[in-house]
C-alpha cells in the first residue's frame, strides 16, 4: 500500500493541525486562483431527485489546493452538488444526473474510475455527525481498514495524526477506545472530520462542518482548513457568511438549484455581480 | 344565576366525570392485569403442583417405559436439542440472508414488495399447515423417513418466516447515516454490510433467533403431522435417526389412559418451561449487552 507509506512516522503526528497564533491566514488571489489547475471540473450539471429538478445546468471549476465555499439559502441544492462530487447521490433511489464532472480530467462517472477508489480520494464530512457506533480508535481506523491496512502500529499512527488534525487528539487521547456516541456534539463533529482525513484523500468536501460547534472549535476548523489547503482541495458548505469571506478563495452563490454567481470570494463579498448574491449576503433573504 | 355560573358548573360537573371514567377505566385495566397473572399464576402452580412428585434425576435419566414411576424424558430431550440444534443451523443463515438481501441489496420493485407481503402472511400460516408441508416434501419426496433431519427442515419452515422478519426488523433499525459514513469513506457494500450494518444489528437479530428457537422447541403439531414417532427406545446419535421430541411427549402422556401419566407429562412440561425460560433469559441478556452499547 504505497498510499500509507509515503507519510513518514515523523511528519504524521503533531506537526500540522495544531492550531497556532501564527498562521498566517493568506487568502489565494485572482491570479492564483486562475492558475491553480482544475481538481474539479463539472459542465452542464444536472440533478433530478425523481422528477424533482435540484440543480440547474450547474457549471462550476473547483481549483486545486483552494477552499471553495459553496453559500445559499435552505434547500437551493448545495448539499446535492456536493453529493455529486462523489458519487454519494447513486445511494438515493431514483435520482438522475446528466452533465460532465471530471475529477483531475478523468469522468467520474466513466468506465475508468472505480467508486470505491472515487471516494477515497474524495472524503466527505456530513452536515450531521455520524460516527459509527464504534470505539474512537475504531472510527478512525475504518477508512484505511477497509482499504487494506493491516499493521498496527501504521492505524495508531495515522489515528493520532488525523485526531491531531482534526484539533481533537488533546480531548480524546486517553479514552481511544471509548464509544464515540459518548463525545459531546461538536467532538462528534470533529471526529468525522478527523474520520475524514483518515483515507489521506485529495479532496475534502465538508457540509457545514462547524454548525454544532462552539466558538473556539470553529476557529480551530477554520485554522485546520488553512493548514489543510496546502496539501488538500477543500470544498465547504458554510451558511454563516463570515466563514466564507474567512476560510474561502473562491465563493459559489446557489440559488434554488441554479448557480447564480460564482468567483473569487472578496469580489463576490464585495462587489457582486448580481442582485440575488448581493442581497443573500447582505442578509435581505435567506 | 347569570349565565357564567351555569356555565361554570356545568364545566365543573364535565370535569368531575372525566376523571371518574378515567379512574374507572384504569380499574378495568387493573382487573385485566390482575386475571391474566392469576390465569398463569394457576397454570405454574397446579402443574408444579401435579408433576412435582416426578421430578429428579430419574425424570432426566430415564428411557421411556410403560410404567409412569419408571419413565423419564431422557430420549425426548435429546430429540428436542438435536431438533432446536439443526434447525438453527439451518434457519439462522438462510433467515438472516434472506434479510440481508431484501433490507441491504434488493431494490425497491414490485417484486420485492410481494416477496415481502408473503414472507409476513407465512409467519402467520399454521404451523401445522408445515408439517404437512414436510411430510409431503422431506419425508416422502426426498425420502428421509421421520429422521431428524426432516424434522429439523419442517420447523426449519415453521420458524424462517420469524427469523426473516425479526432480522429485517433490526437491519431497518440501523440508521442509514452510517451506512452513507461507511461507503463515503471508499468501503464497498461488502464490506459496508459486514463491519457496520451487521454487527450493528446484531443485538436484535440475535434476539429474533432465540425466539424463533423456542418457538421451535415448542412446537407439537407440525412434527405429529410428519409423522415423527411417539415411541422410541434410545436417544437419537445422528440425523438419520427416527426421534421424538418434548412435545410430542407431553402431548401423548396427556392423554395417556392412566392417570399417572398425566403427572408425568406435568412434570416434563416443567423441564420444558426451564428450557424456555432459560432461552428467553439469554435472549434478554444479550439484549441488555450489545444494546448498551449500540445506541442512536
Ligand atoms: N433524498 C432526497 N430526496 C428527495 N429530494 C431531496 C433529497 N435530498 C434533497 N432533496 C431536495 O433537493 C433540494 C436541494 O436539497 P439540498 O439538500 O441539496 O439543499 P441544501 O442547499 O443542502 O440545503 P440546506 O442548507 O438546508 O442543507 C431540496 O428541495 C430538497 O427538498
Ligand atoms: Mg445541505
Redesign the interface.
Known amino acids: 500500500m504505497s498510499r500509507w507509506s509515503e507519510n513518514t512516522v515523523e511528519d504524521s503526528p503533531v506537526a500540522v493541525g495544531r492550531p497556532t497564533a501564527s498562521t498566517e491566514k493568506i487568502l489565494r488571489s485572482a491570479s492564483e486562483l486562475a492558475g491553480s489547475p482544475k481538481k474539479f471540473a463539472t459542465t452542464n450539471v444536472n440533478f433530478w431527485y425523481g422528477t424533482h429538478h435540484a440543480l440547474h445546468d450547474i457549471t462550476l471549476h473547483v481549483p486545486e489546493n483552494c477552499v471553495t465555499a459553496l453559500i445559499g439559502p435552505s434547500g437551493c441544492g448545495k448539499s446535492t452538488y456536493l453529493r455529486c462530487l462523489?458519487r454519494?447521490n447513486d445511494?438515493i433511489?431514483q435520482t438522475r444526473v446528466e452533465g460532465q464532472i471530471l475529477l483531475d480530467g478523468l469522468d467520474i462517472r466513466g468506465p475508468k474510475v472505480d467508486v470505491?477508489?472515487l471516494?477515497?480520494r474524495v472524503?466527505?464530512v456530513?452536515q450531521?455527525s455520524?460516527?459509527?457506533?464504534k470505539s474512537i480508535f475504531e472510527n478512525i481506523a475504518?477508512?484505511p481498514r477497509?482499504?487494506g491496512l493491516k499493521s498496527r502500529d501504521r492505524l495508531e499512527q495515522i489515528v493520532e495524526r488525523s485526531l491531531v488534525q482534526a484539533a481533537l487528539w488533546d480531548e480524546v487521547k486517553d479514552r481511544l477506545n471509548d464509544?464515540a456516541?459518548a463525545l459531546s456534539g461538536g467532538q462528534q463533529q470533529r471526529l468525522?472530520i478527523a474520520?475524514?482525513l483518515a483515507?489521506d484523500p485529495d479532496v475534502l468536501l465538508m457540509d457545514e462542518p462547524a454548525s454544532a460547534l462552539d466558538p473556539t472549535s470553529t476557529l480551530r476548523i477554520e485554522d485546520l482548513i488553512f493548514e489543510l489547503k496546502e496539501n488538500y482541495t477543500i470544498v465547504i458548505v458554510t451558511h454563516n457568511m463570515q466563514q466564507a469571506a474567512r476560510v474561502s478563495d473562491q465563493t459559489a452563490f446557489f440559488y434554488e438549484g441554479h448557480l447564480i454567481e460564482a468567483g473569487v470570494t472578496n469580489e463576490v463579498f464585495t462587489n457582486p455581480s448580481k442582485q440575488e448574491t448581493e442581497d443573500y449576503i447582505t442578509g435581505r433573504f435567506g | 344565576m347569570t349565565n357564567l355560573a351555569a356555565e361554570q358548573e356545568l364545566m365543573a360537573r364535565y370535569r368531575q366525570r372525566k376523571r371518574l371514567l378515567s379512574k374507572l377505566f384504569g380499574a378495568v385495566c387493573l382487573m385485566a392485569m390482575i386475571s391474566c397473572v392469576a390465569i398463569l399464576a394457576f397454570l405454574l402452580i397446579s402443574v408444579l403442583w401435579r408433576g412435582f412428585d416426578y421430578l429428579g434425576w430419574d425424570l432426566i435419566r430415564n428411557l421411556p417405559s410403560r410404567s409412569a414411576a419408571k419413565a423419564g424424558i431422557w430420549v425426548y430431550l435429546i430429540g428436542s436439542l438435536w431438533l432446536i440444534g439443526l434447525t438453527t443451523l439451518f434457519a439462522v443463515p438462510l433467515g438472516v440472508g434472506a434479510a440481508l438481501y431484501l433490507e441491504e441489496y434488493a431494490a425497491e420493485s414490485r417484486w420485492k414488495r410481494i416477496v415481502q407481503l408473503n414472507i409476513a402472511n407465512l409467519a402467520g400460516v399454521p404451523s401445522i399447515v408445515y408439517g404437512l408441508l414436510g411430510l409431503g416434501i422431506f419425508v416422502y419426496i426426498l425420502n428421509l423417513g421421520q429422521s431428524i433431519l426432516a424434522g429439523a427442515l419442517t420447523l426449519t419452515l415453521v420458524v424462517l418466516p420469524i427469523v426473516i422478519l425479526a432480522s429485517q426488523e433490526a437491519l431497518r433499525a440501523v440508521p442509514g447515516s452510517i451506512r452513507q459514513a461507511s461507503y463515503a469513506l471508499g468501503a464497498t457494500r461488502w464490506q459496508t454490510t459486514w463491519r457496520q450494518v451487521l454487527p450493528a444489528a446484531m443485538p436484535g437479530i440475535m434476539t429474533g433467533v432465540i425466539l424463533a428457537v423456542s418457538r421451535a422447541l415448542g412446537e407439537a403439531a407440525p412434527l405429529v403431522a410428519m409423522g415423527a414417532v411417539q415411541y422410541v427406545d434410545r436417544a437419537p446419535t445422528s440425523v438419520w435417526d427416527t426421534f421424538s421430541a418434548l412435545p410430542l411427549a407431553i402431548f401423548y402422556w396427556a392423554m395417556h389412559s392412566k392417570p399417572e401419566f398425566h403427572d408425568l407429562a406435568a412434570a416434563a412440561i416443567i423441564v420444558l418451561l426451564v428450557v424456555l425460560i432459560s432461552l428467553n433469559m439469554v435472549a434478554a441478556f444479550v439484549r441488555y449487552r450489545f444494546g448498551k452499547k449500540v445506541r442512536w
Open positions: 462523489n454519494m445511494m433511489e470505491v477508489d471516494r477515497k472524503g466527505m456530513f450531521k455520524n460516527p459509527f457506533p475504518y477508512g477497509v482499504a464509544s456516541l468525522c474520520r475524514a483515507t
